[in-house]
């Protein structure tokens, strides 16, 4: 399994700020994503975020933002730009070790914006 | 592309009651197929898994069976507890993790 450290765990910012949410992994794992959960919702795939190189966004979500960055294979960061009452959710912090494997999942990050 | 259809919830039990949550996927290959659990506020942590055709997957008393011909993993509890009180998602990696709709539980003492 991985144990993952993921802060902050909730916050309420103010439209038209920024938010910069971080994710800790206690070992080195191969796949890390970043996943949007609305309230009662499933889980919606934002990126994957690819250590030393550009993030790979799903359909719907740029990088302009929400850039990523991954300098190594224990950490990644998500930045909610310009956050407007839309982005209201939880955002949740995903690794895997590649292939047909389990994920495990971070305790996300609530946010409200006002 | 790969999918997961899971039972609409919610859904709301009896402390003591037989729990079924039905799940069904369309892949090509041979996925590996999980249950998740989410806990009110938390993460999604994993419950149990199954990698090939007829493992069954178990833990904290839950079950599921791997049915490639019907292709399903189906949730199944014998006696559920207010502590399983949570949301409940199917999900399936094909090089690709994809997520059920997820099926609220609410088991009332």
């Known amino acids: 399994s991985a144990v993952i450290s993921q802060k902050p765990s909730r916050d309420i910012c103010q439209r038209g700020t920024s938010l910069t949410i971080q994710c800790q992994v206690d070992?080195?794992?191969?796949?890390m994503f970043w996943y949007r959960q609305q309230p009662g919702q499933s889980l919606t795939l934002i990126a994957t975020?690819?250590?030393?190189?550009?993030?790979?966004?799903e359909s719907g979500f740029v990088i302009d933002k929400f850039p990523i960055s991954r300098p190594n294979l224990t950490f990644s960061t998500l930045t909610v730009s310009n956050m407007s009452p839309e982005d209201s959710s939880i955002y949740l912090c995903?690794?895997?070790?590649?292939?047909?494997?389990?994920?495990?999942f971070g305790q996300g990050t609530r946010l409200t914006v006002v | 592309g790969d999918s997961v259809t899971q039972m609409e919830g919610p859904v709301t039990l009896s402390e003591e009651a037989f729990l079924t949550i039905n799940c069904t996927y369309t892949?090509?290959?041979?996925?590996?197929l999980f249950w998740y659990v989410q806990y009110p506020g938390e993460g999604l942590q994993l419950l149990l898994k199954?990698?090939?055709?007829?493992d069954k997957g178990s833990n904290k008393g839950f079950e599921a069976t791997y049915r490639k011909e019907t292709t399903s993993f189906h949730l199944e509890k014998g006696s559920v507890q207010v502590s399983d009180s949570a949301v409940y998602f199917c999900?399936?990696?094909?090089?690709?993790?994809?997520f059920g709709a997820g099926t609220r539980l609410t088991v009332k003492p």
């Open positions: 999900a399936l990696n094909n090089n690709d993790m994809r």
């Open positions: 995903s690794v895997s070790r590649g292939g047909n494997t389990e994920a495990f």
């Open positions: 975020a690819n250590q030393g190189s550009e993030a790979t966004y």
């Open positions: 070992s080195q794992v191969t796949m």
């Open positions: 199954a990698t090939k055709a007829d």
């Open positions: 892949a090509t290959g041979y996925p590996s």
